[in-house]
Protein backbone atom coordinates (compact mmCIF):
# COMPACT_ATOMS: atom_id res chain seq x y z
CA UNK A 1 0.00 0.00 0.00
CA UNK A 2 1.11 3.67 -0.82
CA UNK A 3 1.81 5.71 2.11
CA UNK A 4 -0.20 8.43 2.14
CA UNK A 5 2.44 11.33 2.95
CA UNK A 6 4.23 10.08 -0.44
CA UNK A 7 1.13 10.50 -2.31
CA UNK A 8 0.42 13.47 -0.39
CA UNK A 9 4.01 15.08 -1.29
CA UNK A 10 3.75 13.61 -5.39
CA UNK A 11 0.20 16.01 -5.43
CA UNK A 12 2.51 19.09 -4.22
CA UNK A 13 5.19 18.57 -6.87
CA UNK A 14 4.51 21.37 -10.08
CA UNK A 15 5.99 21.36 -13.00
CA UNK A 16 8.09 24.38 -14.19
CA UNK A 17 7.13 25.76 -17.92
CA UNK A 18 9.26 25.86 -20.65
CA UNK A 19 9.33 30.02 -20.17
CA UNK A 20 10.31 30.18 -16.63
CA UNK A 21 13.16 27.38 -17.35
CA UNK A 22 14.15 30.01 -19.85
CA UNK A 23 14.16 33.17 -17.29
CA UNK A 24 16.50 30.76 -15.30
CA UNK A 25 19.14 30.20 -18.20
CA UNK A 26 19.19 33.87 -18.81
CA UNK A 27 19.68 35.10 -15.63
CA UNK A 28 21.77 32.49 -14.32
CA UNK A 29 23.80 33.21 -17.49
CA UNK A 30 23.87 36.95 -16.54
CA UNK A 31 25.11 36.31 -12.62
CA UNK A 32 27.98 34.46 -14.51
CA UNK A 33 28.99 36.71 -17.22
CA UNK A 34 32.97 37.49 -16.97
CA UNK A 35 33.61 40.84 -17.67
CA UNK A 36 34.79 41.66 -21.12
CA UNK A 37 38.95 41.60 -20.79
CA UNK A 38 39.67 42.73 -24.05
CA UNK A 39 41.99 45.82 -25.22
CA UNK A 40 39.55 47.38 -27.22
CA UNK A 41 39.90 50.76 -27.55
CA UNK A 42 37.29 52.27 -25.38
CA UNK A 43 35.60 56.26 -24.65
CA UNK A 44 36.97 57.39 -21.89
CA UNK A 45 36.94 61.05 -20.42
CA UNK A 46 38.30 62.74 -17.62
CA UNK A 47 37.01 62.20 -14.06
CA UNK A 48 37.56 65.53 -12.47
CA UNK A 49 36.04 67.43 -15.58
CA UNK A 50 33.15 64.90 -15.46
CA UNK A 51 31.86 65.90 -11.89
CA UNK A 52 30.91 69.72 -12.95
CA UNK A 53 28.63 67.80 -15.93
CA UNK A 54 27.49 65.39 -13.74
CA UNK A 55 26.32 68.15 -10.67
CA UNK A 56 24.70 70.46 -13.98
CA UNK A 57 22.93 67.71 -14.85
CA UNK A 58 21.40 67.02 -11.23
CA UNK A 59 20.39 70.69 -11.38
CA UNK A 60 18.99 70.56 -14.66
CA UNK A 61 17.09 67.55 -14.05
CA UNK A 62 15.86 69.58 -10.60
CA UNK A 63 13.95 72.35 -12.95
CA UNK A 64 11.98 69.90 -15.40
CA UNK A 65 10.05 67.05 -13.83
CA UNK A 66 10.50 64.00 -15.44
CA UNK A 67 10.48 60.66 -14.37
CA UNK A 68 13.90 58.77 -13.74
CA UNK A 69 13.79 55.94 -15.73
CA UNK A 70 13.19 58.89 -18.71
CA UNK A 71 15.92 61.10 -17.74
CA UNK A 72 18.80 59.82 -20.12
CA UNK A 73 16.41 59.26 -23.08
CA UNK A 74 15.34 63.16 -22.53
CA UNK A 75 19.07 63.86 -22.11
CA UNK A 76 20.09 62.40 -25.57
CA UNK A 77 16.79 64.32 -26.75
CA UNK A 78 17.64 67.71 -25.44
CA UNK A 79 21.44 67.15 -27.01
CA UNK A 80 20.23 66.40 -30.10
CA UNK A 81 17.45 69.39 -30.34
CA UNK A 82 20.65 71.78 -29.02
CA UNK A 83 23.24 70.44 -31.81
CA UNK A 84 19.65 71.53 -34.16
CA UNK A 85 18.62 74.62 -33.07
CA UNK A 86 22.07 76.18 -31.81
CA UNK A 87 24.97 74.60 -33.00
CA UNK A 88 23.19 73.66 -36.37
CA UNK A 89 25.85 70.61 -36.88
CA UNK A 90 23.11 68.48 -37.52
CA UNK A 91 24.05 67.09 -41.35
CA UNK A 92 24.88 63.61 -42.46
CA UNK A 93 28.75 64.72 -43.23
CA UNK A 94 29.20 65.48 -39.27
CA UNK A 95 27.08 62.47 -38.02
CA UNK A 96 30.20 60.58 -36.96
CA UNK A 97 31.37 63.73 -34.64
CA UNK A 98 27.85 64.19 -33.60
CA UNK A 99 27.40 60.58 -32.53
CA UNK A 100 30.90 61.02 -30.47
CA UNK A 101 29.91 63.86 -28.54
CA UNK A 102 26.64 62.95 -27.67
CA UNK A 103 28.40 59.63 -25.48
CA UNK A 104 30.79 61.88 -24.56
CA UNK A 105 28.25 64.11 -22.70
CA UNK A 106 26.55 60.94 -21.82
CA UNK A 107 29.69 59.82 -19.98
CA UNK A 108 30.19 62.63 -18.25
CA UNK A 109 26.65 63.44 -17.28
CA UNK A 110 27.26 59.99 -15.38
CA UNK A 111 24.26 58.22 -17.68
CA UNK A 112 26.90 56.35 -19.28
CA UNK A 113 29.87 54.58 -17.38
CA UNK A 114 33.62 55.77 -17.65
CA UNK A 115 35.69 53.81 -19.88
CA UNK A 116 33.78 50.93 -20.47
CA UNK A 117 31.62 52.14 -23.80
CA UNK A 118 33.61 50.48 -26.81
CA UNK A 119 34.51 53.40 -29.23
CA UNK A 120 32.61 51.33 -31.75
CA UNK A 121 29.15 52.03 -30.53
CA UNK A 122 30.14 55.77 -31.76
CA UNK A 123 29.87 54.15 -35.61
CA UNK A 124 26.27 52.35 -34.49
CA UNK A 125 24.82 55.96 -32.98
CA UNK A 126 26.44 57.73 -36.17
CA UNK A 127 23.86 55.30 -38.42
CA UNK A 128 21.12 55.91 -36.72
CA UNK A 129 21.60 59.62 -36.75
CA UNK A 130 22.48 59.90 -40.02
CA UNK A 131 19.27 57.59 -41.07
CA UNK A 132 16.92 60.38 -38.79
CA UNK A 133 18.71 63.24 -40.76
CA UNK A 134 18.37 61.40 -44.43
CA UNK A 135 14.31 60.76 -43.64
CA UNK A 136 14.07 64.40 -41.57
CA UNK A 137 15.18 65.63 -45.41
CA UNK A 138 13.28 63.43 -47.42
CA UNK A 139 10.00 64.01 -44.93
CA UNK A 140 10.36 68.12 -45.02
CA UNK A 141 10.30 68.33 -48.71
CA UNK A 142 6.66 66.85 -48.25
CA UNK A 143 5.42 68.62 -45.44
CA UNK A 144 2.45 71.63 -46.66
CA UNK A 145 0.24 73.83 -44.25
CA UNK A 146 -2.35 72.62 -45.90
CA UNK A 147 -1.61 68.81 -45.22
CA UNK A 148 0.72 68.54 -42.22
CA UNK A 149 -1.27 67.90 -38.84
CA UNK A 150 0.22 67.66 -35.36
CA UNK A 151 -1.93 65.30 -32.49
CA UNK A 152 -4.12 63.89 -34.93
CA UNK A 153 -5.43 67.01 -36.39
CA UNK A 154 -4.86 67.04 -39.85
CA UNK A 155 -5.64 70.50 -41.72
CA UNK A 156 -4.02 72.89 -39.84
CA UNK A 157 -2.70 76.11 -41.95
CA UNK A 158 -0.45 77.03 -39.50
CA UNK A 159 3.24 78.85 -39.99
CA UNK A 160 5.63 76.46 -42.43
CA UNK A 161 8.30 77.04 -40.18
CA UNK A 162 7.34 76.35 -37.13
CA UNK A 163 5.31 73.25 -38.67
CA UNK A 164 8.59 71.82 -39.80
CA UNK A 165 10.15 72.55 -36.66
CA UNK A 166 7.62 70.88 -34.86
CA UNK A 167 7.75 67.74 -36.84
CA UNK A 168 11.99 67.60 -36.58
CA UNK A 169 11.42 67.89 -32.63
CA UNK A 170 8.98 65.08 -32.85
CA UNK A 171 11.55 62.90 -35.34
CA UNK A 172 14.21 63.17 -33.04
CA UNK A 173 12.25 62.49 -30.11
CA UNK A 174 11.78 58.94 -32.07
CA UNK A 175 15.59 58.99 -32.33
CA UNK A 176 16.62 59.93 -28.91
CA UNK A 177 14.35 56.68 -28.21
CA UNK A 178 16.21 54.45 -30.72
CA UNK A 179 19.52 55.69 -29.31
CA UNK A 180 18.32 54.98 -25.64
CA UNK A 181 17.50 51.61 -26.91
CA UNK A 182 20.86 50.59 -28.35
CA UNK A 183 23.11 51.82 -25.55
CA UNK A 184 21.04 49.60 -22.96
CA UNK A 185 19.52 46.49 -23.91
CA UNK A 186 18.99 44.17 -20.27
CA UNK A 187 18.53 40.62 -21.74
CA UNK A 188 16.74 39.16 -18.52
CA UNK A 189 14.29 42.01 -19.44
CA UNK A 190 13.95 41.08 -22.98
CA UNK A 191 13.30 37.07 -21.71
CA UNK A 192 10.85 39.12 -19.60
CA UNK A 193 9.10 40.56 -22.24
CA UNK A 194 9.03 37.84 -24.38
CA UNK A 195 7.35 35.73 -22.12
CA UNK A 196 4.95 38.35 -20.99
CA UNK A 197 4.12 38.97 -24.36
CA UNK A 198 3.64 34.74 -25.05
CA UNK A 199 1.77 34.44 -22.12
CA UNK A 200 -0.78 37.09 -22.23
CA UNK A 201 -1.29 37.00 -26.01
CA UNK A 202 -2.85 33.70 -25.14
CA UNK A 203 -4.64 34.72 -22.52
CA UNK A 204 -5.90 38.29 -23.88
CA UNK A 205 -9.16 37.71 -25.98
CA UNK A 206 -11.75 40.25 -28.12
CA UNK A 207 -15.38 40.10 -28.24
CA UNK A 208 -16.61 38.22 -31.22
CA UNK A 209 -17.77 40.98 -32.91
CA UNK A 210 -14.59 43.84 -32.23
CA UNK A 211 -13.54 45.77 -35.36
CA UNK A 212 -10.11 45.72 -33.53
CA UNK A 213 -8.92 41.89 -33.45
CA UNK A 214 -6.40 43.48 -35.84
CA UNK A 215 -4.80 45.74 -33.39
CA UNK A 216 -5.08 43.04 -30.01
CA UNK A 217 -1.23 42.06 -30.51
CA UNK A 218 0.57 45.65 -31.47
CA UNK A 219 -1.29 46.58 -28.13
CA UNK A 220 -0.48 43.86 -25.91
CA UNK A 221 3.15 44.41 -27.18
CA UNK A 222 2.81 48.38 -26.75
CA UNK A 223 1.31 47.66 -23.42
CA UNK A 224 3.69 45.62 -22.16
CA UNK A 225 6.58 48.22 -22.95
CA UNK A 226 4.22 51.30 -21.07
CA UNK A 227 3.83 48.82 -18.10
CA UNK A 228 6.84 46.86 -17.91
CA UNK A 229 9.32 49.28 -19.13
CA UNK A 230 7.47 52.01 -18.72
CA UNK A 231 7.74 53.53 -22.01
CA UNK A 232 6.45 57.19 -23.11
CA UNK A 233 4.76 58.07 -26.45
CA UNK A 234 7.89 58.43 -28.10
CA UNK A 235 9.33 55.16 -27.35
CA UNK A 236 6.30 53.46 -27.85
CA UNK A 237 6.57 55.55 -31.11
CA UNK A 238 9.61 53.88 -32.20
CA UNK A 239 8.87 50.78 -31.71
CA UNK A 240 5.50 51.15 -33.98
CA UNK A 241 7.60 52.94 -36.74
CA UNK A 242 9.29 49.64 -37.05
CA UNK A 243 6.28 47.62 -37.13
CA UNK A 244 5.42 49.68 -39.68
CA UNK A 245 8.51 49.56 -41.89
CA UNK A 246 10.06 45.90 -41.33
CA UNK A 247 13.28 47.25 -43.26
CA UNK A 248 13.61 50.17 -40.38
CA UNK A 249 16.92 48.92 -38.94
CA UNK A 250 19.08 49.01 -42.23
CA UNK A 251 16.86 50.94 -44.35
CA UNK A 252 18.30 52.14 -47.71
CA UNK A 253 18.17 55.56 -48.92
CA UNK A 254 15.00 54.49 -51.44
CA UNK A 255 13.48 52.81 -48.22
CA UNK A 256 13.38 56.14 -46.20
CA UNK A 257 12.24 58.35 -49.39
CA UNK A 258 9.13 55.56 -49.65
CA UNK A 259 8.48 56.19 -45.41
CA UNK A 260 8.65 60.07 -46.34
CA UNK A 261 6.07 59.88 -49.14
CA UNK A 262 3.75 58.35 -46.32
CA UNK A 263 5.07 60.25 -43.57
CA UNK A 264 1.67 61.86 -42.71
CA UNK A 265 -0.40 59.06 -42.87
CA UNK A 266 2.64 56.87 -40.88
CA UNK A 267 2.01 59.38 -38.08
CA UNK A 268 -1.82 59.15 -38.31
CA UNK A 269 -0.91 55.25 -38.12
CA UNK A 270 1.10 56.10 -34.78
CA UNK A 271 -0.87 58.41 -32.95
CA UNK A 272 -4.28 55.93 -33.79
CA UNK A 273 -2.68 53.43 -31.49
CA UNK A 274 -0.94 55.59 -29.02
CA UNK A 275 -4.60 56.20 -28.19
CA UNK A 276 -6.36 53.14 -29.16
CA UNK A 277 -9.90 52.58 -27.77
CA UNK A 278 -8.44 49.40 -26.40
CA UNK A 279 -5.54 50.70 -24.21
CA UNK A 280 -7.11 51.74 -21.01
CA UNK A 281 -8.57 47.97 -20.84
CA UNK A 282 -5.09 45.95 -21.86
CA UNK A 283 -3.22 48.13 -19.52
CA UNK A 284 -5.53 47.28 -16.73
CA UNK A 285 -4.72 43.49 -17.40
CA UNK A 286 -0.73 43.36 -18.09
CA UNK A 287 -0.24 46.00 -14.91
CA UNK A 288 -1.05 43.28 -12.65
CA UNK A 289 1.16 40.72 -14.35
CA UNK A 290 3.96 43.15 -14.62
CA UNK A 291 4.01 43.15 -11.26
CA UNK A 292 4.56 38.94 -11.16
CA UNK A 293 6.86 38.88 -13.44
CA UNK A 294 9.04 41.68 -11.63
CA UNK A 295 8.82 40.14 -8.19
CA UNK A 296 9.48 36.49 -10.14
CA UNK A 297 12.42 38.08 -11.51
CA UNK A 298 14.04 39.48 -8.37
CA UNK A 299 13.49 36.41 -6.64
CA UNK A 300 15.11 34.34 -9.43
CA UNK A 301 17.87 36.90 -8.95
CA UNK A 302 18.53 36.50 -5.75
CA UNK A 303 20.06 32.93 -6.50
CA UNK A 304 19.13 31.00 -9.77
CA UNK A 305 20.41 27.48 -8.58
CA UNK A 306 19.17 28.03 -5.04
CA UNK A 307 15.65 28.82 -6.02
CA UNK A 308 15.55 26.23 -8.71
CA UNK A 309 15.97 23.06 -6.62
CA UNK A 310 14.23 24.50 -3.89
CA UNK A 311 10.97 24.81 -5.68
CA UNK A 312 12.19 20.95 -7.06
CA UNK A 313 12.73 19.63 -3.74
CA UNK A 314 10.36 21.91 -1.42
CA UNK A 315 7.14 23.70 -2.92
CA UNK A 316 6.72 25.80 0.26
CA UNK A 317 9.85 27.73 -0.07
CA UNK A 318 8.93 29.23 -2.88
CA UNK A 319 6.19 31.14 -1.44
CA UNK A 320 8.73 32.51 1.10
CA UNK A 321 10.66 34.10 -1.08
CA UNK A 322 8.21 35.85 -3.12
CA UNK A 323 7.14 37.17 0.39
CA UNK A 324 10.27 38.25 1.83
CA UNK A 325 10.96 40.01 -1.65
CA UNK A 326 7.39 41.22 -1.78
CA UNK A 327 8.16 42.70 1.78
CA UNK A 328 11.64 44.09 0.44
CA UNK A 329 9.99 45.64 -2.31
CA UNK A 330 7.04 47.65 -0.20
CA UNK A 331 10.26 49.39 1.69
CA UNK A 332 11.79 50.27 -1.35
CA UNK A 333 7.92 51.88 -2.46
CA UNK A 334 8.36 53.42 0.79
CA UNK A 335 11.48 55.50 -0.05
CA UNK A 336 10.92 55.84 -3.38
CA UNK A 337 7.90 57.83 -2.09
CA UNK A 338 9.67 60.26 -0.54
CA UNK A 339 12.64 60.45 -2.94
CA UNK A 340 9.69 61.68 -5.61
CA UNK A 341 8.07 63.55 -3.02
CA UNK A 342 11.72 65.70 -2.39
CA UNK A 343 11.89 65.96 -5.84
CA UNK A 344 8.69 67.02 -6.63
CA UNK A 345 8.61 69.81 -3.57
CA UNK A 346 12.43 71.45 -5.12
CA UNK A 347 10.73 71.13 -8.83
CA UNK A 348 7.76 73.65 -7.79
CA UNK A 349 9.94 75.16 -5.70
CA UNK A 350 12.12 76.49 -8.39
CA UNK A 351 10.15 76.79 -11.20
CA UNK A 352 7.12 77.72 -9.60
CA UNK A 353 6.99 79.07 -5.78
CA UNK A 354 10.05 81.31 -6.55
CA UNK A 355 8.44 83.10 -9.78
CA UNK A 356 5.06 83.13 -8.04
CA UNK A 357 6.25 84.76 -4.94
CA UNK A 358 8.46 87.18 -6.74
CA UNK A 359 5.25 88.57 -8.28
CA UNK A 360 2.90 88.19 -5.68
CA UNK A 361 4.15 91.16 -3.18
CA UNK A 362 4.96 93.84 -6.42
CA UNK A 363 1.13 92.63 -7.97
CA UNK A 364 -0.94 93.36 -4.33
CA UNK A 365 1.51 96.59 -4.35
CA UNK A 366 0.04 97.40 -7.60
CA UNK A 367 -3.68 96.77 -7.01
CA UNK A 368 -3.34 98.85 -3.93
CA UNK A 369 -4.34 95.27 -1.93
CA UNK A 370 -2.84 95.11 1.82
CA UNK A 371 0.01 92.68 1.93
CA UNK A 372 -1.25 89.27 4.62
CA UNK A 373 2.59 88.05 5.33
CA UNK A 374 0.21 84.98 6.68
CA UNK A 375 -1.19 84.03 3.55
CA UNK A 376 2.38 84.88 1.79
CA UNK A 377 3.98 82.50 4.35
CA UNK A 378 1.27 79.43 3.73
CA UNK A 379 1.49 80.00 -0.30
CA UNK A 380 4.90 79.31 -0.02
CA UNK A 381 5.00 76.47 2.89
CA UNK A 382 1.76 75.07 1.59
CA UNK A 383 3.36 72.57 -1.53
CA UNK A 384 5.90 70.98 0.94
CA UNK A 385 3.39 70.71 3.59
CA UNK A 386 0.53 68.86 1.72
CA UNK A 387 3.04 66.66 -0.69
CA UNK A 388 4.63 65.59 3.35
CA UNK A 389 1.21 64.79 4.50
CA UNK A 390 0.28 62.88 1.56
CA UNK A 391 3.38 61.00 2.03
CA UNK A 392 3.15 60.46 5.01
CA UNK A 393 -0.53 59.07 5.10
CA UNK A 394 0.33 56.38 1.77
CA UNK A 395 -0.52 53.46 2.50
CA UNK A 396 1.85 50.68 1.48
CA UNK A 397 0.41 47.06 -0.18
CA UNK A 398 -0.79 44.61 2.64
CA UNK A 399 -0.67 41.21 3.21
CA UNK A 400 -3.66 40.19 0.94
CA UNK A 401 -1.80 42.19 -1.68
CA UNK A 402 1.12 39.51 -1.33
CA UNK A 403 -1.16 36.29 -1.57
CA UNK A 404 -2.46 37.89 -4.48
CA UNK A 405 0.81 38.03 -5.94
CA UNK A 406 1.58 34.78 -4.98
CA UNK A 407 -1.47 33.38 -6.78
CA UNK A 408 -0.11 35.17 -9.92
CA UNK A 409 3.42 33.98 -10.11
CA UNK A 410 1.75 30.44 -9.52
CA UNK A 411 -0.06 30.75 -12.46
CA UNK A 412 3.15 32.45 -14.86
CA UNK A 413 5.39 29.77 -13.38
CA UNK A 414 4.05 26.20 -13.05
CA UNK A 415 1.74 24.33 -15.88
CA UNK A 416 -0.59 22.89 -13.19
CA UNK A 417 -1.50 26.72 -12.16
CA UNK A 418 -1.74 28.34 -16.21
CA UNK A 419 -5.10 30.05 -16.20
CA UNK A 420 -7.59 27.82 -18.14
CA UNK A 421 -9.84 31.18 -19.39
CA UNK A 422 -8.87 33.80 -21.42
CA UNK A 423 -9.83 37.40 -20.02
CA UNK A 424 -12.43 38.80 -23.13
CA UNK A 425 -12.36 42.34 -23.18
CA UNK A 426 -13.81 44.82 -25.44
CA UNK A 427 -13.56 48.89 -26.38
CA UNK A 428 -14.76 50.82 -23.63
CA UNK A 429 -18.79 51.72 -24.20
CA UNK A 430 -19.63 55.14 -25.76
CA UNK A 431 -22.38 57.16 -23.84
CA UNK A 432 -25.31 58.61 -25.22
CA UNK A 433 -25.00 62.46 -25.88
CA UNK A 434 -27.67 63.04 -23.40
CA UNK A 435 -25.63 61.24 -20.72
CA UNK A 436 -22.60 63.04 -21.55
CA UNK A 437 -24.51 66.45 -21.20
CA UNK A 438 -25.85 65.37 -18.16
CA UNK A 439 -22.28 64.33 -16.59
CA UNK A 440 -20.99 66.98 -17.94
CA UNK A 441 -23.07 69.21 -16.17
CA UNK A 442 -22.81 67.82 -12.89
CA UNK A 443 -18.46 67.59 -13.26
CA UNK A 444 -18.88 71.29 -14.02
CA UNK A 445 -21.11 72.22 -10.88
CA UNK A 446 -18.77 69.77 -8.68
CA UNK A 447 -15.74 72.44 -10.48
CA UNK A 448 -17.48 75.43 -9.06
CA UNK A 449 -18.36 74.05 -5.88
CA UNK A 450 -14.95 73.14 -4.51
CA UNK A 451 -13.14 76.08 -5.57
CA UNK A 452 -15.92 77.85 -4.05
CA UNK A 453 -15.51 76.27 -0.55
CA UNK A 454 -11.56 76.77 -0.94
CA UNK A 455 -12.01 80.25 -2.17
CA UNK A 456 -14.92 81.04 0.98
CA UNK A 457 -12.30 79.48 3.55
CA UNK A 458 -9.52 81.57 2.19
CA UNK A 459 -11.40 84.75 2.08
CA UNK A 460 -12.72 84.11 5.95
CA UNK A 461 -8.41 84.15 7.17
CA UNK A 462 -8.28 87.58 5.36
CA UNK A 463 -6.78 86.42 2.02
CA UNK A 464 -6.72 88.84 -0.62
CA UNK A 465 -7.79 88.01 -3.95
CA UNK A 466 -4.31 87.65 -5.47
CA UNK A 467 -3.00 85.22 -2.54
CA UNK A 468 -6.42 83.35 -3.20
CA UNK A 469 -5.58 82.93 -6.98
CA UNK A 470 -1.90 81.80 -5.62
CA UNK A 471 -3.18 79.38 -3.70
CA UNK A 472 -5.38 77.83 -5.81
CA UNK A 473 -2.47 77.64 -8.34
CA UNK A 474 -0.93 75.45 -5.97
CA UNK A 475 -3.39 73.41 -4.80
CA UNK A 476 -4.80 72.43 -8.53
CA UNK A 477 -0.47 71.61 -9.36
CA UNK A 478 0.09 70.01 -5.86
CA UNK A 479 -2.96 67.80 -6.41
CA UNK A 480 -1.96 66.37 -9.18
CA UNK A 481 1.15 65.76 -8.07
CA UNK A 482 -0.16 63.99 -4.96
CA UNK A 483 -1.40 61.86 -7.28
CA UNK A 484 1.27 60.97 -9.76
CA UNK A 485 3.12 60.06 -6.32
CA UNK A 486 0.44 58.12 -4.87
CA UNK A 487 0.36 56.03 -8.09
CA UNK A 488 3.78 55.28 -8.19
CA UNK A 489 3.00 53.54 -4.62
CA UNK A 490 0.29 51.24 -5.91
CA UNK A 491 2.79 49.76 -9.02
CA UNK A 492 2.79 46.42 -6.77
CA UNK A 493 -0.80 46.63 -5.89
CA UNK A 494 -2.87 43.82 -7.74
CA UNK A 495 -6.03 43.55 -5.25
CA UNK A 496 -8.70 45.75 -6.83
CA UNK A 497 -9.18 49.31 -5.01
CA UNK A 498 -11.87 49.09 -1.90
CA UNK A 499 -14.24 51.64 -2.65
CA UNK A 500 -15.94 53.38 0.28
CA UNK A 501 -18.24 56.15 0.50
CA UNK A 502 -15.42 58.47 2.18
CA UNK A 503 -13.06 57.62 -1.13
CA UNK A 504 -15.89 58.16 -3.63
CA UNK A 505 -17.05 61.51 -2.09
CA UNK A 506 -13.07 62.79 -1.65
CA UNK A 507 -12.77 61.61 -5.51
CA UNK A 508 -15.50 63.27 -6.63
CA UNK A 509 -14.44 66.72 -5.14
CA UNK A 510 -11.01 66.50 -5.66
CA UNK A 511 -10.98 65.31 -9.48
CA UNK A 512 -11.80 68.91 -10.52
CA UNK A 513 -8.97 70.03 -8.37
CA UNK A 514 -6.36 67.13 -10.27
CA UNK A 515 -7.86 67.79 -13.51
CA UNK A 516 -7.38 71.48 -13.44
CA UNK A 517 -3.30 71.02 -11.74
CA UNK A 518 -2.70 68.47 -14.83
CA UNK A 519 -3.47 71.45 -17.37
CA UNK A 520 -1.64 73.58 -14.96
CA UNK A 521 1.67 71.29 -15.85
CA UNK A 522 1.09 70.86 -19.05
CA UNK A 523 1.06 74.72 -19.98
CA UNK A 524 3.74 75.69 -17.49
CA UNK A 525 5.89 73.37 -18.33
CA UNK A 526 6.20 74.39 -22.30
CA UNK A 527 6.79 78.03 -20.55
CA UNK A 528 9.60 76.82 -17.69
CA UNK A 529 11.89 79.90 -17.75
CA UNK A 530 14.63 78.04 -15.77
CA UNK A 531 14.76 74.93 -18.32
CA UNK A 532 14.70 77.52 -21.27
CA UNK A 533 17.75 79.56 -19.64
CA UNK A 534 19.77 76.59 -18.77
CA UNK A 535 19.36 74.95 -22.08
CA UNK A 536 19.72 77.71 -24.69
CA UNK A 537 21.60 80.24 -22.55
CA UNK A 538 23.32 78.01 -20.40
CA UNK A 539 24.21 74.70 -21.57
CA UNK A 540 26.02 75.31 -25.07
CA UNK A 541 29.01 77.67 -23.48
CA UNK A 542 29.24 75.13 -20.71
CA UNK A 543 30.00 72.03 -22.61
CA UNK A 544 32.26 74.39 -24.79
CA UNK A 545 33.93 75.56 -21.50
CA UNK A 546 33.78 71.49 -20.69
CA UNK A 547 35.28 70.73 -23.48
CA UNK A 548 37.90 73.13 -23.48
CA UNK A 549 38.45 71.74 -20.08
CA UNK A 550 38.95 68.74 -20.81
CA UNK A 551 41.12 69.45 -23.89
CA UNK A 552 43.99 70.99 -21.41
CA UNK A 553 43.99 68.39 -18.90
CA UNK A 554 45.59 65.87 -21.94
CA UNK A 555 47.30 68.82 -22.98
CA UNK A 556 49.24 68.92 -19.25
CA UNK A 557 49.23 65.40 -19.03
CA UNK A 558 51.06 65.01 -22.53
CA UNK A 559 53.58 67.57 -21.02
CA UNK A 560 54.20 66.17 -17.90
CA UNK A 561 54.79 62.44 -20.39
CA UNK A 562 57.15 64.28 -22.70
CA UNK A 563 59.22 65.71 -19.62
CA UNK A 564 59.45 62.00 -17.79
Not at 496 to 525: C, H, Q, Y
Amino acid sequence: MVSPHLTKKSENILTLNNDTKKLFQVIYGEKNKEEDKDDAPRIKVSDLISKMSFYYEKIRNAVDYEEEHLLRKNAIERILKRQIVIEGVLKISNSQDVASHLLVELIRAGYLPNNKILETKIGEVANIIEKYIKLRNYSLARIRPAEYFRNGDIGKTSDLIQEKSTFTGWLFAIAASEIEDSLGRDPVKQVVISNMYETLSDNIKLKTDSVHEKDLEIQIYLSIHRTFLKFDDEMLGYILLKYYNEKWKKPKDEDLAKIARDIISLRQAIFNQLNHPLKKNIDAIISKYNVYFSILTEVIKEDPTKVFYEIKSDPKAFPRLIKKICQEKYKQINSRLWRVAVRSIIYIFLTKSVFVFLLEIPVIKWFGEPINFVSLSINVAFPALLLFIIVMFTRLPSEKNTEKIIEGINEIVFKEHERSTPYIIGAPIKRSGSINVIFNFIYFTTFIFSFGLVVYALDKVNFNWVSIIIFLFFLALVSYFSMKIKKSSRELVVVDRRESIFTLIIDFFNTPIMAVGKWLSEKFSRVNVFAFVLDFVVEAPFKVFVEIAEEWTKYVRERKDDIS
